[in-house]
């Protein structure tokens, strides 16, 4: 047979390969017998190590290999990963329905729904139809490069099939099949090690190995369910995204349906709950998502998840354990929070030891004490609490009259135990600074929580401001501090000196005000005076803040103790406004923006873009400057390319203005 002949068949091969793969490991139709796959798969093999220059990186034959690696390296999405906002109610999901018709202005949304699977989520990107990377979901915005690992999985096609896009980032789920979690944990006890608690955690830790050839051997599945990018098509429906990815060889979450009524989700999660235990792997609720893709631009994000989908999750694990002590936690904003110490017990495969009971309210109703059988769940099969007492032990709570870090009066303010000894109690201090220094505030690093909790007990900072004043001494009479940590720190907190306005409100911590709150108070307010002078009308204008929280924040500022600390920080650090270049950032920029942006709506984006001087335009002409990429990006993105405009994603956008992603 001659070099090109050979050439052909190995091609042959492949495609051969790839569709029976496809056949098998996602459409689960085989058309031939497994003897007769090996016999294909051992010919190219044979041939590609007889004819090595032949060989290719996304052939079939090297799925599995690889040395291993010292680390995983830490990458950027191609576009946000999100969680999704959920509940265990029915009831919830109900309002978020009637929240959607209503920002819809329409009366019927058609919904597609699915179920939830109980994997690991995970980013894979495809350039021109050939897989190129896969990465973790990590804190959303970057991940863990797990190529190598994905790679080996059979339901992973190294191509896609009928004339790809140029570029598909597609978020999907690595799952366990239960009966290949059962063999492995036989597997793994033969061997003398320690099994793993149940299919998610083998996915995990399966995925997670740093030798691929390791991942290889684990009977890891993927399936697949968004497109979080993709360039070269557009859609208008979930359900059209949905049948390219299967027209491309990409495996769906099923069944799915859609659907346009709260009662017929209500069906369809009925439906799964009843065949959750006869499924081959495990799901832990059914996902809603809108159809409508326009509809969903409109909706829109919140800094966690997207406004246009829900997650109503079935029923919690739970068991039945003893509360052997009860324990009270100070948290940075006075609360007093009561923690069960528990037997342990082994709850949907995670040991649980401790349960939060929440606040004084709560555990008074429940009447728990130690000694009390209780109930015990993990919400959202995660997070454990107690639900409530099933055998009285005769003991009573005992409810204490003073903090267990300051010995301060504790007060009962419904349905808080609160310590009133604000920043003088060191637990109270302790979070509050921890909370000043973190990434979205003033991002100082080197001050860890054991750095932190030295300097309070050495009275080098009895108040959150006298954080701004230490010394290159002070940190060098702390134990791990020589001359380079030192001088790091004090370069990192000089540094942060100088803070724009809405991280420095996320600083503060005032209760109920996170980052993007924080941002679109800063917006409104633009400096730092007129946020000191912000009144509880101005407040309700932003949206996603009502009468409650307004008024929390109105009387946080003028809090003689805080106003006391705010003012004294502002004379050794530098506020700067929202437009504190005098709105030179974007003078005179023409800028379009394109596809959905997950951190803020358009009517926000507008209004940065004009508060550093530029202009928003709608469509991309001669003289625009920039073009802002958001999620699904329009034929805006093509003809800026074209036209050789500069393009920024989100994140960049923000980067030039000096706001964080």
Known sequence: MGREKIKDRIEELRKLIEYHDYLYYVKNSPEISDQEYDELFYELKRLEEEFPEFRSPDSPTQRVGGKPLEEFVVVEHVAPMLSLDSSHKYEDFVRFDERVRRNLGVEKVEYFVEPKLDGLSVEVVYEYGKFVRAATRGDGVRGEDITANVKTIRSVPLKLFNDPPRMLAVRGEVIMPIDGFLKLNEQLLAEGKAPFANPRNAAAGSLRQLDPRITATRPL?????????????????????????????????????????APQVAEFFKRMERVRDDLPYEIDGIVIKVNNLEFREILGYTSRFPRWAYALKFAPREKITTVLDIEWSVGRTGVVTPIAILEPVNIGGVQVSRASLHNLAEVKFKDIAPGDKVRVVRAGDVIPYVVEKVEDSGKELVIPDRCPVCNTTLVEKNPFLICPNKYACKAQLAGAIRHLVSKEAFDIKGLGERTVELLIDRGLIKRVVDLFSLKKKDLLSLPGFGEKSANNLITAISKAKRITLDRFIHALGIPGVGYKISRDIALKCVNVDNFLRVTEEELKQIDGIGELLAKGIVEFINDPYHREIIEDMLEKIEVLPMSYSSGEKLKGVKVVFTGTLSSMTRGEARKLVELEGGEVQSSVTSKTDIVVVGDRPGSKLDKAKAMGIKVLNEKEFLELIGLRY
């Open 221 to 261: 599945e993927i399936y697949f369910y968004d497109i979080l990018r993709v360039e070269g098509v557009s859609f208008n429906l979930h359900t059209e995204e949905r049948n390219c990815l299967e027209n491309w060889g990409l495996r769906l979450t099923m069944p799915a349906e859609i659907v346009e009524s």
